[in-house]
T-cell receptor, first 111, second 115 residues
Framework: QQQVKQSPQSLIVQKGGISIINCAYE??????FPWYQQFPGKGPALLIA?????SEKKEGRFTISFNKSAKQFSLHIMDSQPGDSATYFC??????????FGKGTRLSVIA | GAVVSQHPSRVICKSGTSVKIECRSL??????MFWYRQFPKQSLMLMAT?????????EQGVEKDKFLINHASLTLSTLTVTSAHPEDSSFYIC???????????FGSGTRLTVV
C-alpha cells in the first residue's frame, strides 16, 4: 500500500535528448509527489513537485506528467545535458508523513 | 528557501565508539525532522521521525538504543550512533521542511566509516 515503483533502474541518453523516468504509486491517499536529484556523496535536492489536482507541471527543462486514474507520474528532462547525470528519485506522501521513495534511476547523459 | 545543514560531512571512528551527527534547519523552524540511511546505489531508507520535544518514532527494525535521536529545539536534531561497528558504516541523511512552503529539504549527508 505504501510502495512507489520507479523505472527504469538506469538510463543512458544522448546529449540534447529527452530523459523519461516513470513512477507508479499504490496509496491513493498520497497527495504530494516530488522528484529529487542526487549527486554522489550529496543529499537529495528537490527538483520539482506536483499535487494530484494538476496533470502537468513544468519548471525549466523539467516536467512532471501526472495521471491520477493510472496512479502514475513521470519526469521528463528536456535537452538533457551531461550535468544532469545523477540519480533521480520519485516519492509520494500524505500530509506531513515521511516521503515514500522509489528505488531511484541512475541517469547518464553522454555527449 | 529552506536550508538544512548537516555536520559532519565525513567521520571515521573506531569500533565501539559513539558518533554524533547534527542536523540544523537554518532559516525555518522544524517541528519534525527525518533521518535516513542510504547504502551504495540504493534508495533512502527511513530510520526514524524526530519530533521536537518528544521521543522519536523509529521504523521497524531500527534499534532505538543503537541510534539515539534527540530533537531538543525547533532547529536542531541529532543522531548518535552508539557503540558503532563496521556494519553501521553508511551514508546518513536528515530531512526537514514542510510541503506547503518549502518542500522537504535534505541535508548534505554524513559518510560514516567505522574501522
Amino acid at each position: 500500500q505504501q510502495q512507489v515503483k520507479q523505472s527504469p533502474q538506469s538510463l543512458i541518453v544522448q546529449k540534447g535528448g529527452i530523459s523519461i523516468i516513470n513512477c507508479a504509486y499504490e496509496n491513493t491517499a498520497f497527495d504530494y509527489f516530488p522528484w529529487y536529484q542526487q549527486f554522489p556523496g550529496k543529499g537529495p535536492a528537490l527538483l520539482i513537485a506536483i499535487r494530484p489536482d494538476v496533470s502537468e507541471k513544468k519548471e525549466g527543462r523539467f516536467t512532471i506528467s501526472f495521471n491520477k486514474s493510472a496512479k502514475q507520474f513521470s519526469l521528463h528532462i528536456m535537452d538533457s545535458q551531461p550535468g544532469d547525470s545523477a540519480t533521480y528519485f520519485c516519492a509520494g506522501n500524505l500530509g506531513n508523513t515521511p516521503l515514500v521513495f522509489g528505488k531511484g534511476t541512475r541517469l547518464s547523459v553522454i555527449a | 528557501g529552506a536550508v538544512v545543514s548537516q555536520h559532519p560531512s565525513r567521520v571515521i571512528c573506531k569500533s565501539g565508539t559513539s558518533v554524533k551527527i547534527e542536523c540544523r534547519s537554518l532559516d525555518f523552524q522544524a517541528t519534525t525532522m527525518f533521518w535516513y540511511r542510504q547504502f551504495p546505489k540504493q534508495s533512502l531508507m527511513l530510520m526514524a521521525t524526530s519530533n521536537e520535544g518528544s521521543k522519536a518514532t523509529y521504523e521497524q527494525g531500527v534499534e532505538k538504543d543503537k541510534f539515539l535521536i534527540n530533537h531538543a529545539s525547533l532547529t536542531l536534531s541529532t543522531l548518535t550512533v552508539t557503540s558503532a561497528h563496521p556494519e553501521d558504516s553508511s551514508f546518513y541523511i536528515c530531512s526537514a521542511g514542510d510541503r506547503i512552503n518549502y518542500g522537504y529539504t535534505f541535508g548534505s549527508g554524513t559518510r560514516l566509516t567505522v574501522v
